[in-house]
């Protein structure tokens, strides 16, 4: 059996960060899926390369009217690829009764901090793709909760993205909720095991933040996002228990997985699979980039570590405190850039699919 499927045996599914239309048709993805791969998770960076590098979409540009807006081209394109790789994972979908083989697709980062266009943007990828195991990736900035809420109250999956602080995450959980709660009001006599949802947190750049900040505490390097983790996992297991949730899990509700993002190791003097070997367990998912998931294939190791000093862990936000670090003004940073970086990789895909319309014609 393939370490991808034992981690599947411990409770936690495999994603690729990563697509591009060979992936699909050279029947590589159906070997991963083979292997045990369970969904993938796609942003404008892994389009660019996909698109502006290969000659891969060339036909397909040659098609396009030129009436088309760039916009307009680049959601055919990403759509095409998206609806072909959600039929690929079809079967896993079914087999793992909905709780797997979901594709997501990101709104345009732009709308970040618009509540009702990011609701129309991700209805229209949700309808327009036309796929029950497409999942729409949202944002967790103030105005993206509210959009949360909405569109799963509209039984529209969504992948809630750059996630880094606890009290940002608590917010997330209470917007799954929310929207399941909703749902459920207009429409009290069906189930809800139709909608799915999973909390994307961003792994490497805590560290990455938390490093450039104790650097001459080296005591305190390399542990800040591993222990955060750790701690919202105890925090997810206590949201999705209790009377509140209870009464939705009655109608088939299916918890917000936490999935752990950018867990490919910035640091090099850090082992390259330190963020899967230390967060695995039950109920969550792990997305990879393909190297990291090539290497933890090679040399990876497959037992429960989630759960792993949990006191340690929040000693470790003692000692950050106690070293003057804000932690959570660091995980408020992180997420004002990570969608500034989103909607640059965004624009700059624009201007690649620009310049490779050019060089088709």
Do not use: C
């Amino acid at each position: 059996m393939s370490k991808i499927k034992k981690l599947a045996d411990l409770g936690q599914s495999i994603w690729l960060d990563y697509i591009q239309r060979s992936l699909i048709t050279s029947g590589e993805l159906k070997s991963l899926i083979d292997e045990g791969l369970r969904g993938i998770t796609t942003n404008p960076s892994i389009f660019e390369k996909a698109i502006a590098k290969t000659d891969e979409y060339d036909n397909d540009l040659e098609e396009i009217p030129d009436k088309d807006s760039l916009e307009a081209v680049l959601e055919k394109l990403m759509f095409k690829d998206i609806s072909m790789a959600t039929d690929m994972f079809d079967q896993v979908y079914k087999e793992t009764n909905r709780l797997d083989g979901y594709v997501s697709a990101e709104v345009n980062p732009d709308l970040a901090y618009d509540t009702e266009k990011t609701i129309s943007e991700g209805t229209k990828i949700f309808n327009t793709i036309n796929r029950p195991n497409v999942m729409v990736k949202v944002p967790a900035t103030e105005p993206g909760l509210a959009a949360i809420t909405e569109l799963i109250s509209r039984g529209i999956n969504v992948n809630v993205t750059l996630i880094f602080g606890m009290e940002n995450y608590k917010a997330v959980a209470n917007a799954y909720i929310l929207g399941l709660e909703k749902y459920l009001e207009k429409n009290p006599t069906e189930r809800l095991d139709k909608i799915a949802s999973v909390a994307s947190f961003f792994i490497s750049r805590i560290d990455s933040a938390v490093d450039a900040k104790v650097e001459n505490k080296p005591e305190l390097m390399g542990k800040a996002a591993i222990a955060n983790a750790r701690l919202v996992y105890r925090e997810f297991k206590d949201i999705f228990s209790g009377g509140r949730w209870q009464k939705l899990a009655d109608k088939g509700a299916r918890i917000q997985r936490t999935l752990w993002a950018s867990t490919s190791t910035k640091n090099p003097s850090y082992p390259d699979t330190l963020y899967v070997d230390e967060l695995i367990g039950a109920d969550t998912v792990n997305t990879l980039p393909p190297a990291t998931y090539n290497q933890f294939k090679d040399h990876g190791t497959v037992t429960v570590t989630i759960e792993n000093d949990i006191k340690g862990a929040e000693n470790y936000f003692e000692d950050l405190k106690a070293a003057g670090i804000d932690f959570n003004a660091i995980t408020e940073k992180l997420q004002v850039d990570g969608v500034d970086l989103f909607s640059k990789s965004y624009h700059s895909l624009l201007n690649s699919l620009q310049e490779k319309i050019k060089t088709v014609a």
